[in-house]
């Protein structure tokens, strides 16, 4: 099976994993090191090791989805066959190895990092999350919103990992309230936002799903019920946002932008959702939450 570099790098989610790449950094040297720059406090890990940080996270992100596909792949045959991968441009041994291989070294690079920060408690964290994502792909997926929930937890925990680093460090902090603020709504806002899409997009994956005997929510309960779901969380992000606005329009400047940045959407999103306008696919519905978690970040990134 031949495969070309295009088709290498759409199958890693290449812009995902350049997101989540992008946030660590923007969170660490963006929000953390200036708060604790004026209390003149140093950020507890070494570049070298911010940079294995990340590793880790993109290598267990990375490994996610590969064995997602592994076992997704009469689900991607049915849902997406011009996006599916494996089977078509690499066979699932290959995958399987690709796998092995990933996780290995993400493994072997997260013990450097607890050995070079002296952090031996650190270690569970890549077990776990490995083992998670494993059980989410093999079994969580086929299960009324469990799984949804899972991944959404993991959303949070990325914009989390930084601060969870330099825990000691921000418990010297005198100040840095709004900083602090910034980074727990924004984590809130990115779990709140994938469970969101989580969930539109398995009300357009249904017809897959249902081949594939996986009972998501669409699936079990109907596209009714993703409907009403969605428009729940859907209006819990809309308050969580005004509220967020409230709380920092006087202490940040791009407090405006954040929030232009994502409720206009949300709103269409969510007025999309109504049944009057049921016509509207659930592709494009899926594709407009995508948005609105890219301007979520576009906006923490304004708030730095």
Known sequence: MKTSLCQLLNWIRWRNLLIISITLAFIRYGLIAPALQEEGILLQLSPLSFV????????????????????????????????????KWISLGQAKAVYMVVSFLGFFISIYLAWAENKWEWLWIYP??????????????????????????????VALLIPFSEMETIGQMKGGQTTMLILYF????????????????????????????????????????????AISIGLILAFGLMQFYIEVKDTSTWASAFFYLTVPLLVAILVALTPKLSFIKWGKLSLLSKYLMLGGLLGMLLLV
């Open 52 to 87: 294995l940080l990340t590793s880790v996270t993109v290598l267990i992100t990375f490994g996610g989805y590969v064995i997602n596909d592994i076992f997704d792949q009469i689900t991607d045959a049915q849902n997406k066959p011009k996006k599916q991968v494996i089977g």
């Open 128 to 157: 776990l999350a490995v083992m998670l994502l494993w059980w989410y792909s093999k079994k969580l997926k086929g299960t009324v919103l469990l799984g949804n929930i899972l991944v959404s937890i993991f959303c949070s925990g």
């Open 186 to 229: 924004y984590a809130g806002f990115a779990g709140l936002s994938n469970l969101f899409r989580e969930i539109i997009k398995d009300a357009e994956d249904i017809e897959g799903d249902r081949l594939a005997g996986i009972k998501t929510l669409a699936v079990k309960y109907g596209t009714g019920a993703s409907r009403s779901w």
